[in-house]
Structures are given as structure tokens and as C-alpha cells.
């Protein structure tokens, strides 16, 4: 009994100490901005089921501009990781405005990033953990996701990467 009621106490308190995803951000110094609208013809989310399915998003800044170029030539690999956070951040934005409240968020599923670099960059996985370290700081072991990473040589507007993701929802 003594053990069972000490289980009870310790999963409590770390109940108690876990924060919320907005929480996270705040203490990040992380604020959302407004999603911005596609560039094309497509939505940005599609709600299937309990899968959110977000379409591609990129590093756009607040001014609208994107952060350009090819890693390896114009970009280092922790500019590239700055980018693919940056584009997280968007994509949380845009996942909030989806949902209204990012603790609805059971777990981040796959993510897909598309690194802008040149022909002999092979360093994709480190500019996406940009990504994904941001994943993990805001949802903790619900933000940890399955990945791919793929080098490509042109992404829209010359971006330097792009990111689509899938969330399971409560």
C-alpha cells in the first residue's frame, strides 16, 4: 500500500511541473505570429480523422521575406538549423490557429524537410534538428517524431528548407 500511494505521489508531482506547450514557448521567448495564407493553390492544414496533416511551410519572417539560399553554399549548416526552427515556429502558428490550443496536441507524427543545398551538401539531418529540438522543447516526449530529411536543389521562393508535419490530436 505504502508503495502504490508513493507511485501515486511521484506521478503527481511531475503532473504538477508539467507545462503546457504555451508555457514552453513563453519560457522560450517563442510568440506565435500570424499563419501566413498559401502561396499557391492548396490549404495549409487538412483535419482527417484525429491526423492533422500540415502542408509544407518555410522560414518566412515577420516582414514576409524568407530566409534564401542553398546550405553548403550561401548557408552554414546552423543557419540552416535557424531556418528549419524558424519554420517550425510557423508551423506551430499555423497548427494553433488549426486547433485553438496546442495542448490538444497528442504527438507530433512524421515530419518531411526539404533541405535547399548544393550538390555536395549531405548535412540535412543537422539543419532539421533545428526542427526538431524546437518539437521536443515545446511538447517534450510528445514533440519527438518520426523524420525523413532530403536535400533537394531548388525549394519555392528559394527557401532554404521546407517542412510538412502530421499531428495526432486528442
Do not use: W
Request: overall charge positive; some cysteine.
Amino acid at each position: 500500500m505504502r508503495f502504490t500511494f508513493l507511485l501515486l505521489f511521484a506521478f503527481l508531482s511531475c503532473a504538477a511541473f508539467a507545462q503546457s506547450p504555451a508555457e514552453n514557448l513563453n519560457k522560450l521567448g517563442i510568440v506565435l505570429p500570424k499563419p501566413t495564407s498559401p502561396i499557391a493553390n492548396y490549404v495549409k492544414y487538412v483535419q482527417s480523422g484525429n491526423l492533422l496533416f500540415l502542408s509544407g511551410h518555410g522560414p518566412s519572417k515577420t516582414d514576409g521575406t524568407y530566409i534564401i539560399g542553398k546550405l553548403g553554399t550561401d548557408l552554414t549548416v546552423a543557419q540552416g538549423a535557424e531556418a528549419a526552427k524558424l519554420t517550425g515556429i510557423n508551423l506551430l502558428a499555423t497548427l494553433q490557429a488549426s486547433i485553438g490550443d496546442l495542448s490538444k496536441v497528442k504527438r507530433i507524427v512524421k515530419v518531411l524537410g526539404f533541405v535547399n543545398g548544393n550538390n555536395d551538401f549531405a548535412e540535412q539531418p543537422k539543419v532539421m534538428n533545428g526542427f526538431s529540438d524546437l518539437m521536443v522543447a515545446v511538447f517534450g516526449e510528445k514533440g519527438k517524431h518520426a523524420r525523413s530529411a532530403i536535400g533537394t536543389n531548388s525549394l519555392p521562393n528559394n527557401m532554404a528548407v521546407e517542412i510538412e508535419m502530421v499531428v495526432e490530436l486528442y
